[in-house]
T-cell receptor, first 111, second 115 residues
Framework: EDQVTQSPEALRLQEGESSSLNCSYTVSGLRGLFWYRQDPGKGPEFLFTLYSAGEEKEKERLKATLTKKESFLHITAPKPEDSATYLCAAYLFQGAQKLVFGQGTRLTINP | EAGVAQSPRYKIIEKRQSVAFWCNPISGHATLYWYQQILGQGPKLLIQFQNNGVVDDSQLPKDRFSAERLKGVDSTLKIQPAKLEDSAVYLC?????????????FGPGTRLTVL
C-alpha cells in the first residue's frame, strides 16, 4: 500500500529558530512530490513541485528538497505568519495517476 | 481572478439525514476535484471530473455518496444517508488540465458535522 508519512505531527518554534519538516514515502511509481500550506479554515495552497531526487526549490524562507525516500521542507528564520499546517503529497503513476497526501505537520511560530 | 467558491461553509446534520455541497471552480478550469479531509489527516480524493465526465471515482463510497458536474462548470456532492464517520471537511479544487500533476487551486471547504 502506498504510504506518505509526515513528521513531526506538530512543531512549535520561536521566531527566528530554523528547522525542517520531513515527508517520507513508501510508494511505487513516484513521478513527483508536492508541498502545500494550509491555514485554519482554508484549503491547501500550492507551494512547490519537486520532480526528481536532488532537486531543490526555494520560496522566501522555505526550501524544499527531495531524495529517493523522503522530502524535507526547511524553514529558515521563521516568522509568526509562517504558522500553518504543511502538507506533502506524492504524485504516482501506476497505470493510472494517483495523488497521496501525508497527514500534515502543524507548525506554530511564537513571537 | 476569483478563486474556487464553496457553500455552505458549515453544516451540522443528524446521522441518516442527507446533505449536499456546492462548488464553483475557477473560470475556465476544465478539471474539478472533490476531496474529503478528516481532522488530523491529509485530503483524500473522492472524485475527479474532466468537463462533464468522471475521470476517477475509485475512492467514492458510491452506496451513499454521489456527485455531478452540470454543464462542465458547477458541481454538487451529495451524501445520503450520512454516517458519523462522514464528519470531515469537504474540499473542492480545480485545475486547468486533466492531470493530477497540474497545480490545483482549492476552495475553503465545507465543514460537515454528523451527530
Amino acid at each position: 500500500e502506498d504510504q506518505v508519512t509526515q513528521s513531526p505531527e506538530a512543531l512549535r518554534l520561536q521566531e527566528g529558530e530554523s528547522s525542517s519538516l520531513n515527508c517520507s514515502y513508501t510508494v511505487s511509481g513516484l513521478r513527483g512530490l508536492f508541498w502545500y500550506r494550509q491555514d485554519p479554515g482554508k484549503g491547501p495552497e500550492f507551494l512547490f513541485t519537486l520532480y526528481s531526487a536532488g532537486e531543490e526549490k526555494e520560496k522566501e524562507r522555505l526550501k524544499a528538497t527531495l531524495t529517493k525516500k523522503e522530502s524535507f521542507l526547511h524553514i529558515t528564520a521563521p516568522k509568526p505568519e509562517d504558522s500553518a499546517t504543511y502538507l506533502c503529497a506524492a504524485y504516482l503513476f501506476q497505470g493510472a495517476q494517483k495523488l497521496v497526501f501525508g497527514q500534515g505537520t502543524r507548525l506554530t511560530i511564537n513571537p | 481572478e476569483a478563486g474556487v467558491a464553496q457553500s455552505p461553509r458549515y453544516k451540522i446534520i443528524e446521522k441518516r439525514q442527507s446533505v449536499a455541497f456546492w462548488c464553483n471552480p475557477i473560470s475556465g478550469h476544465a478539471t474539478l476535484y472533490w476531496y474529503q479531509q478528516i481532522l488530523g489527516q491529509g485530503p483524500k480524493l473522492l472524485i475527479q471530473f474532466q468537463n462533464n465526465g468522471v475521470v476517477d471515482d475509485s475512492q467514492l463510497p458510491k452506496d451513499r455518496f454521489s456527485a455531478e458536474r452540470l454543464k462542465g462548470v458547477d458541481s454538487t456532492l451529495k451524501i445520503q444517508p450520512a454516517k458519523l464517520e462522514d464528519s470531515a471537511v469537504y474540499l473542492c479544487a480545480s485545475s486547468s488540465s486533466g492531470s493530477l500533476w497540474d497545480t490545483q487551486y482549492f476552495g475553503p471547504g465545507t465543514r460537515l458535522t454528523v451527530l
